[in-house]
């Protein structure tokens, strides 16, 4: 945990605090208004107040992508320390003028609108209470959207066409699937299991390779090597089966963050229709042109459905992808 806290920080989390810094004022400069209760103060440099709300957000966004959820004492002695020296360095930047600098003042002006941006969002989620009737509409969106079936299937990854190609030939051979996989596939995954992936939806999986396993019989090897953005793959159908969809209180809480989603997407999109917009796409950076040649492969296709394709997955979690099959 040490050496996490070590690490560089991550620049939201030192653009907060700097923004908070640089905005300060010595502790016995006169006060705006004396309505709110004052912050607890956690320390004071050259007369400046870090404060405990301070403190709380640095360590909060610290934490983020942490496996532990709270700091012991000697680690939030650290961060102390870490959040005087940077009101210390941002200082000194405001004595050198750069909160003049025409980047710095960018960055600030952009922080200051993404923070308020995420505050005015989270002030809306936490005035929402979905319905049941919300809830059961996402539930059967999401059921009648899902996978009818499930696959079980083996893969054998490997970096060419070519070594694909060698690779159905000695299947039709008489070699073992099995034996080819564990000898030649790249996916460290499964090659020990023979390539095995299991049980799986086609939602899970990128396009490329869940049209193929679509299209293969029981026991059936693709024809072809499959191509997707990890490789070439041959593959093996090894049994389907009727994919059956999750209770409804199993994944009510993707629901609940789906349906809250879609709520803030209609705030947003409702404060867009008020608003006046006026692009200048003239003042935009000149765009470079488009490289020419084999079009590259982007994004998976596959759908971010979770397992059985039950409902979206929570905002924070990543898309579904194939498995680096």
Excluded at 162 to 178: P, V
Aim: glycine share 4%.
């Amino acid at each position: 945990m040490r050496a996490f806290l070590k690490a560089p920080l991550g620049a939201s989390v030192a653009a907060i605090t700097l923004l908070a810094a640089c905005n300060k004022a010595p502790e016995n400069a006169t006060p705006a208004t004396t309505a709110a209760p004052a912050a607890p103060v956690v320390a004071i440099v050259n007369g400046v107040s870090l404060t405990r709300p301070e403190f709380d957000i640095y360590e909060k966004n610290l934490l983020r992508n942490a496996k532990v959820q709270s700091l012991t004492a000697d680690q939030q002695s650290q961060v102390l320390d870490d959040l005087i020296t940077m009101q210390i360095i941002a200082a000194q930047g405001e004595k050198d003028g750069l909160e003049n600098d025409a980047d710095t003042k960018a960055q600030l002006a952009l922080l200051h609108t993404r923070v308020l941006a995420d505050a005015e969002s989270q002030k809306f989620v936490k005035s929402q209470t979905p319905s049941d009737a919300d809830l059961h509409a996402e539930y059967e969106s999401a059921i009648s959207q899902m996978d009818k079936n499930e696959y079980h299937a083996r893969h054998i990854l490997v970096a060419s066409k070519d070594q694909a190609e060698q690779i159905i030939k000695k299947l039709k051979s008489g070699a073992k699937f099995e034996d080819l996989a564990k000898s030649q596939s790249t996916d460290t995954g499964s090659k020990n299991n023979g390539g095995d992936l299991g049980w799986f939806t086609t939602s899970r999986m990128v396009k490329p390779f869940a049209d193929a396993v679509k299209s293969l019989k029981k026991g059936e090897v693709s024809p072809t090597p499959v191509q997707t953005q990890y490789g070439w793959h041959v593959i093996q159908l090894e049994d389907t089966r009727d994919a059956s969809p999750p209770a409804f209180d199993q994944v009510k809480p993707q629901l609940t963050d789906a349906v809250m989603r879609k709520k803030l997407q209609a705030y947003v999109e409702d404060l867009k229709k008020q608003a006046k917009i006026e692009k200048k796409p003239d003042a935009l950076p000149a765009v470079a042109a488009a490289p020419t040649g084999p079009a590259m492969s982007g994004a998976p296709a596959g759908s971010a459905a979770p397992p059985a394709g039950a409902a979206p997955p929570p905002a924070s979690a990543p898309a579904s992808s194939t498995p680096k099959p």
